[in-house]
Nanobody, 117 residues
Framework: VQLQASGGGSVQAGGSLKLSCKASGMIWSVFTASRLGWYRQAPGKQRELVAELTTNGNINYQNSVKGRFTISKDNSRKTVYLQMNSLEPEDTAVYYC?????????WGQGTQVTVSS
C-alpha cells in the first residue's frame, strides 16, 4: 500500500489549496472501512491532527481550522481530500495523510504548505 499526497504549494494569506491523497494497492473495501485523516507538522513542533473522517462517518476538525478546512473522500478513486480556505501563516507545515484500519496504519510522504503574510 502506498499513499501519494499532492496539492501542496505556496500561497498568500487568504488563499486556498486542495490536498489529495490517493491510496494505491489498497482494495476498495479496506479503504471505505478505514479511518482517514490529515495531519500536519510545523518546524519545531509535534505532528498534530488537522481533520479526520472516522469509521462511523463522523468528521472532526482541529479547532484552529474549523470553518476553513473541509475533509472529504471519493471512495471510487480511493482518495481523501483536504480543502483549505482562508489560509493563514500559522497553517504553514508539512501535511500528511493517514489511513488507519484493521489492516494497517499507512502514511503519505507529506506535502509542504507555505502561507505567506
Amino acid at each position: 500500500v502506498q499513499l501519494q499526497a499532492s496539492g501542496g504549494g505556496s500561497v498568500q494569506a487568504g488563499g486556498s489549496l486542495k490536498l489529495s491523497c490517493k491510496a494505491s494497492g489498497m482494495i476498495w473495501s479496506v479503504f471505505t472501512a478505514s479511518r482517514l485523516g490529515w495531519y500536519r507538522q510545523a518546524p519545531g513542533k509535534q505532528r498534530e491532527l488537522v481533520a479526520e473522517l472516522t469509521t462511523n462517518g463522523n468528521i472532526n476538525y482541529q479547532n484552529s481550522v474549523k470553518g476553513r478546512f473541509t475533509i472529504s473522500k471519493d471512495n471510487s478513486r480511493k482518495t481523501v481530500y483536504l480543502q483549505m480556505n482562508s489560509l493563514e501563516p500559522e497553517d504553514t507545515a508539512v501535511y500528511y495523510c493517514n489511513i488507519e484500519g484493521d489492516y494497517g496504519d499507512y502514511w503519505g510522504q507529506g506535502t509542504q504548505v507555505t502561507v505567506s503574510s
